[in-house]
């Protein structure tokens, strides 16, 4: 059975930071494979946040967090620093197969994440 469980989430302040985590079981991934995070704000659509690929080694970050948000290499924490009131919504982990971009195909229950002052 696919498991992915995310946490670390909480209420945090505008410029303080927060490591998101997964822990993953029950699959095996595929030869070519995207691994990362994307999240959901009521109200917006969904955003890929961070997504590592081994097809190429790349990890592609938002446009909204690249300059705020790290993958760890290894494993799939997600340190986000400098947090904005933008950043509010529920964080998933989730696994798609061939490349970042496709559709995800396993993720977990979600962590939340509210910032605000």
């Known amino acids: 059975q696919v498991r992915l469980v995310e946490s670390g989430g909480g209420v945090v302040q505008p410029g303080e930071s927060l490591t998101l985590s997964c822990e993953h079981s029950?699959?095996?991934?595929?030869?070519?494979?995207?691994i990362g995070w994307f999240r959901q704000a009521p109200g917006k659509e969904r955003e890929d946040v961070a997504c590592?690929?081994?097809?190429n080694g790349a990890i592609y970050y938002a446009d909204s967090v690249k300059d705020r948000f790290r993958l760890a290499s290894g494993t799939l924490d997600l340190r986000m620093y400098n947090l904005q009131s933008e950043d509010t919504a529920v964080y998933y982990c989730?696994?798609?197969?061939?490349?970042?971009?496709?559709?995800?195909?396993?993720w977990g229950q979600g962590t939340e994440v509210t910032v605000s002052s």
């Open positions: 989730g696994v798609v197969s061939g490349h970042c971009g496709y559709a995800w195909e396993y």
């Open positions: 029950g699959f095996t991934l595929p030869r070519f494979y995207g």
């Open positions: 590592y690929t081994n097809t």
